[in-house]
Nanobody, 124 residues
Framework: QVRLVESGGGSVQAGGSLRLSCVFSGYAYSRYCMGWFRQAPGKEREGVVAVDSAGSTSYADSVKGRFTVSRDNAKKTLYLEMNGLKVEDTAMYYC??????????????????WGQGTQVTVSS
């Protein structure tokens, strides 16, 4: 059974930075495609970034150049470094895991496992 626990959210002013972490519990972490998603009140969930075990990434256009994803396969931890935060980045951020089964790692594939989320609030 896979369990994901996010941390690192908080409140910052526009232009600030935060670093989110997601700890994976379970087996074979390296075979999973890992993703960060976010959902703002009244809006649909949005894929932020996906990263496979080799470090290949796929970012949403809205965060390119500001957010950086990384994964430590030894520590089974996923990170999201967020810089230049904007008010529109305010959302609940979720970590998710997808068993690729030979497929490609993008945010639009089926992610089976989800964390409970961590809130990011950016004020002007």
């Amino acid at each position: 059974q896979v369990r994901l626990v996010e941390s690192g959210g908080g409140s910052v002013q526009a232009g600030g930075s935060l670093r989110l972490s997601c700890v994976f519990s379970g087996y074979a972490y390296s075979r999973y495609c890992m993703g960060w998603f976010r959902q703002a009140p009244g809006k649909e969930r949005e894929g932020v970034v996906a990263v496979d075990s080799a470090g290949s990434t796929s970012y949403a256009d809205s965060v390119k150049g500001r957010f950086t994803v990384s994964r430590d396969n030894a520590k089974k931890t996923l990170y999201l470094e967020m810089n230049g935060l904007k008010v529109e980045d305010t959302a609940m951020y979720y970590c998710a895991a997808a068993d690729l089964l030979g497929g490609s790692c993008y945010t639009n594939i089926h992610f089976r496992y989800w964390g409970q989320g961590t809130q990011v609030t950016v004020s002007s």
